[in-house]
Each structure stands twice: as structure tokens, then as C-alpha cells.
């Protein structure tokens, strides 16, 4: 972790959770995991303040625990998902261009509050946009279920790790500190619940509200003082399938970019169909047929199937690689080179970096280097066609600000 | 008797396994060695024998095992007799290379179509550059405003070197000649640029603008990416980047470019 890294840990913590969250956080930043009596004395704070922080940053997944073999609990800060807490506002938006308004509440509320239970998360999203809505309507608690459900199918939120139902030893004491474990196969499934109700404006009781008898009224109160149906089922944002969710964007808009529109949609569906049978850290999606990705294109899309055939033909064929053939069935079986088009998005990135801040000839240099790996200085002024003075300056300045470096391979 | 002929520049001497040999002169360049010393006759053999490529004063040195201060006079005298010139070599701008007289330089001496008495011309290249683009951008226009089919499309978007090369020719903006060699290096350079691309495909022995069976396609494109976040911002083009930090002399809180760039 670098100072600057360090530092901007330590003012995102300060700035969303106050300063004795912030005073743990950096110290577990800066010296590596440890057990809660250290951080105790080290920080000079009261072991009370100390729970209460460590649990704010468990809650919010930013410190995680492991019991040692020697039976004490280490606590460890998670720096990189620190640093994730700048992407929040990015998140949130996400949510709302798929689902809208309710979908951008709820995935702020469970940012902001870490992990919630669904009914807490519906009540409290209905409640909100029930504030917005014009006078007399609300917003009914079904909807932001339904909206729920389409979030945790689509995995951009998912169930948190709970304590293991059997005890493994159930003699044993229990461990000082529980491990928790979730199934696969459980990550995204949606509770039972019969969430029934509607958003509550924050105003004063005795205001009437159309078509809300007082009886109703009373019953809902009183509901919110049992355990809710879903007690012990927590819910957390999936940050990841929020990265391959901007992974995907980048690559349909460069796409978009080299090629055209419908090819940039073909793509775009190709890596809908692939949201969740691709792991995150694959090289390729999974092939698709071509029949299949014709029935999958979005309502809207009116082009034929022999169109489509060709279509794909192109993005196989093209320089890009963005997308590759793997077989002649169904049509023909076509993947997404998932592994490539990062690589050259991210070599896009560079270029533009040195193109903004150094000019175009240096530009020209630099995607030559990228290109033929070892060069001359006369070979560098011979291909880029650039004046022996002026490329020598441009070399020196990129070598200067370590864009490029200097091999000395002496001729025998 | 051969000194004497060798003296009266009449003779070749030349060095063969056999031991030396001569041979009669051509008498115009014989009048002219008349008087020269067979040092001198060496060294006008060397730099002959070196063509239109030319030689270096250091290479003389070395097939002629004279000292250099006596191949440097006898340069000299060559020289002001015109039986010999100094080219300026392109490979280094401070050597230069003999050869004779009368010789048209190669082109790998005065650099060829990019050189003007070894000047590179960098603006007559940026204008090739420009006029190529030119060509391609308007290919590949009208090939998306066709509206044909995508494969035809695509197909018609490219250009291959020699109808880049045509057009060139025919805008006549070179006073050179150029080869279509020339305009394929030209059209290299807007590769590096990001602007073009290329695809090499098979082409049938015989077909205008191929070579040894295949043939270069090119292409104009758009960026992958729109310019990246980083450089959007001040600091992604700031000089002083390395030392801007929190509490220093340089930093973000008193710099004047990030307080303009947030009252967007």
C-alpha cells in the first residue's frame, strides 16, 4: 500500500463513519492483521469503542476476522474495498439506468447500511419513495419485491455469509469467533416472503391518508415489533458484478466505436446471455449459437437471421478479436474473447494517456514501441517517419517520465 | 617499365591472389591520374570499386593499410582534381562517403524520396500523411452510407496500397517519383497513428498491386475509446504531478486549475 493509498483510506473512513472508525481502520491499514487487544493499547481507545468500530467495519465488509490456530481472532482491514467506497455513487447509478428509481434505492440503502435484511430493505425503499410520490399514492411494498428479486437474479446483490445451521461438535464450546459460510448454490436465492404493505410518509398521525383505515394503520405498527419473516437472512451488493457490468459497457462501446450500432448490440447481447453462466475471471464466455443469440436479441431489433449470420462472420473476422468462432453448430458457436478486448481496451487507455499528455507524434512513438517491442533510435525514426531531432526529444521526454526505457544491448 | 606506364597514369594497378595486377587505363580518367602516385591510385581504385553506395574515409583506411593522414591529402587532391565527391551518408549526418564523380547516389545514402539534399522533408511527408487519411476516411464513408449489405460494406471500406498509391500519383503532389514501397511506408505511420488498419490477404499471381501473392488492405478507423478519465482532468496533464500533495507548496486544495475545473 503506497502513502497515498494510506491516506485516502483514512479520509474515506473519516468522511463516512466518523473519527474513531477512521483511527482503527488506519491502524489496521498500515500494520497488518491484528487481535483486538492490540488494537486496544496501540490506539489508545476505550475496548468499548473499539467493538463498536470494529463492528461498523465488519458490517460494512471492510475489516474481515480469522481465527488463528492458536484460538485468538485477527482482525484484518480490507484496503482495496476501502477504496471501493469511491465507486458507490457509480453503483447506485448503474442501479437506477437497469431498474429505475427503486432499483437505485435499494442498492444505496444496502450500501449505506452495509448488510439488511430484504423486508428492511423493501420497507424502508417504499417509505422513501412513497416521500416522493404526489400527494395520496404510494408506493407499494410488491413492487420493490419484484424489483428485489430482479437484482438478486441478475447477482448485483446477494445473500451474506451466515453461521453454519449445524454445529460442527455440538459438546464443543463454542469458537470464539463464528465462520461463516454460505452455499453457491444459495448466493441469490430469494426468501419466501409475503411482504405485504405500502411506503409510510414521515407526517404526523393524525393527518388522514386516503383509503388507509385506522385499523390497518395500527396493525402495521404493531408488525414492526416482531422479528421480520426473513430474521437472519442478510443482504449485501455484489461490487463484482458491478465491475463486470462496467467490463461489459467498455467493451459494447468500443465495439460501437470500431464497428457500428447493431454489431455493438450483437455483442451487447452476447454478454447478457453470458451475465451469469461466465465466471468473472474467464478468458472467453461460454459459446453461444447463433440461433441462440437470434432469439435473445432485444425486442426492438428488427434484423433477419441471415443478417444476423453476417454480422457475426464480421466481428470474427475483424482485427479487433473481440470475438472469436468455435464451431459450426447451431449455426455456428461464437464467444466473446473476454481476455482480449481488456487487453486492448487497456492498451487504448495507455495511447490515450501519452496522445493527451505528450502530443500525437509521441503518440505515434509509443504505439510503434507498443507494436515492434525493441527499437533503434535511427529504426524509430525511420518507421515513424519523424525528423531525427524531434524524435530524440520525444523519446527523451517519455524515457524522462518512464513511458518508455532505455536497453543497453551492446553490438558484438 | 610498369612504373613507368603506372607513373604516366596509364596503368590500373590492381591486387589480385596472383600478386599485382595492370591494366591499361581508359584515357580520359588516365590523363587526369597522370602524375599520380600509386598511393593515390589505390585509394581512387577503393572508392571505385565502392559504386554509387560510396565509401567511408575509415574504410579506405582499412583496405589500403595507408595512415589516415595521408589518405585524408590524398582525398583532398582528388577531390580538387573532381575525380571524386563526398556525399553526406543519410545513416549519419556527420560521416560521409566517397565515390566517384559522376555518380548518382543510392538511395540508401541520400535517403531516397523523404530527402532533399539530406534534409528530411517532414512536411512533405505530413502532407502524404494527410492526403492518405483523406482517401481512406472517405472510402470508408461512403462505404457506410451505401447502406449495401454489412459484408459488402466492409469489403468496399478497404483500399488496397496500390489505389492509395494511384491516388497519390494522380493528385500530383510529389515532385519525386514515389513507389508504391514509399506509400506503403507512409500509410505505416498512420498505423502508429491509431488511425488506419490493416489486413493482408491472399491475392492471385498477377493481380494489380500484389506481391509475391498477397496484398495489403487498409482501412480507416474510429478510437476504441473516447479520450480516457485520467486526462479529462487537470492532473492527468499536469507537469508538476509528482510533487502536488496535501499541505505542500503545490497541492489540490490551493490549485488553481482543479477549483476552475469543479465550477463546471
Partial sequence: MTQAEIKLCSLLLQEHFGEIVEKIGTYLIRTGPQPLRMIVNETGLVLDQVKKALCVLIQHNLVTYQLQKRGFVEYEAQCKRVLRILRYPRYIYTAKTLYSDTGELIVEELLLNGKMTMSAVVRKVADRLTETMEDGKTMDYADVSNTFVRLADTHFVQRCPLVPETPQSPDAPPPPAPTLVINEKDMYVVPRLNLVGKGKRRRSCDEEEEGEPKAKKQKQEGESSEPPPDDGIYWQVNIDRFHQHFRDQGIVSAVANRMDQTSSEIVRTMLRMSEVTTSSGASYTQPLSSNEIFRSLPAGYNIVKQVLDQYLTLLADDPLEFVGKSGDSGGGMYTVNLHKALASLATATLESIVEERFGSRCARIFRLLLRKKHLEQKQVEDFAMIPAKEAKEMLYKMLSENFVSLQDRRQR | ?264
Avoid at chain 2, 607513373?7 to 591472389?17: A, E, H, I, K
Avoid at chain 2, 494527410?130 to 454489412?150: G, V
Avoid at chain 2, 466492409?154 to 503532389?173: D, M, P, Q, T
Avoid at chain 2, 478519465?229 to 505542500?248: A, I, K, M, N, S
Fill in chain 2, 1 to 264: 617499365m610498369h612504373c613507368a606506364h603506372l607513373s604516366q597514369g596509364q596503368l590500373d594497378l590492381l591486387r589480385s591472389n596472383a600478386g599485382l595486377l595492370y591494366r591499361i587505363k581508359e584515357s580520359q580518367n588516365a590523363s587526369k591520374m597522370k602524375g599520380s602516385d600509386n598511393q593515390e591510385k589505390l585509394v581512387y581504385q577503393i572508392i571505385e570499386d565502392a559504386g554509387n553506395k560510396g565509401i567511408w574515409s575509415r574504410d579506405i583506411r582499412y583496405k589500403s593499410n595507408l595512415p589516415l593522414t595521408e589518405i585524408n591529402k590524398i582525398l583532398k587532391n582528388l577531390e580538387s582534381k573532381k575525380l571524386i565527391k563526398a556525399v553526406k551518408s543519410v545513416a549519419a549526418s556527420k560521416k560521409k562517403v566517397y565515390m566517384l564523380y559522376n555518380l548518382q547516389p543510392d538511395r540508401s545514402v541520400t535517403g531516397g524520396a523523404w530527402y532533399s539534399d539530406q534534409d528530411f522533408e517532414s512536411e512533405f511527408v505530413e502532407v502524404l500523411n494527410q492526403q492518405c487519411f483523406k482517401f481512406l476516411q472517405s472510402k470508408a464513408e461512403a462505404a457506410r452510407e451505401s447502406k449495401q449489405n454489412p459484408m459488402i460494406q466492409r469489403n468496399s471500406s478497404f483500399a488496397s496500397s496500390h489505389e492509395v498509391w494511384k491516388y497519390i500519383c494522380e493528385l500530383g503532389i510529389s515532385k519525386v517519383e514515389l513507389s508504391m514501397e514509399d506509400i506503403e511506408t507512409i500509410l505505416n505511420t498512420l498505423i502508429y497513428d491509431g488511425k488506419v488498419e490493416m489486413t493482408i490477404i491472399a491475392a492471385k499471381e498477377g493481380t494489380v498491386g500484389s506481391v509475391d501473392g498477397q496484398m495489403k488492405l487498409y482501412r480507416a478507423v474510429s478510437p476504441l475509446i473516447q479520450p480516457t478519465g485520467l486526462v479529462r482532468t487537470p492532473c492527468g496533464l499536469c507537469p508538476v504531478f509528482d510533487d502536488c500533495h496535501e499541505g505542500g507548496e503545490i497541492s489540490p486544495s490551493n490549485c488553481i486549475y482543479m477549483t476552475e475545473w469543479l465550477e463546471f
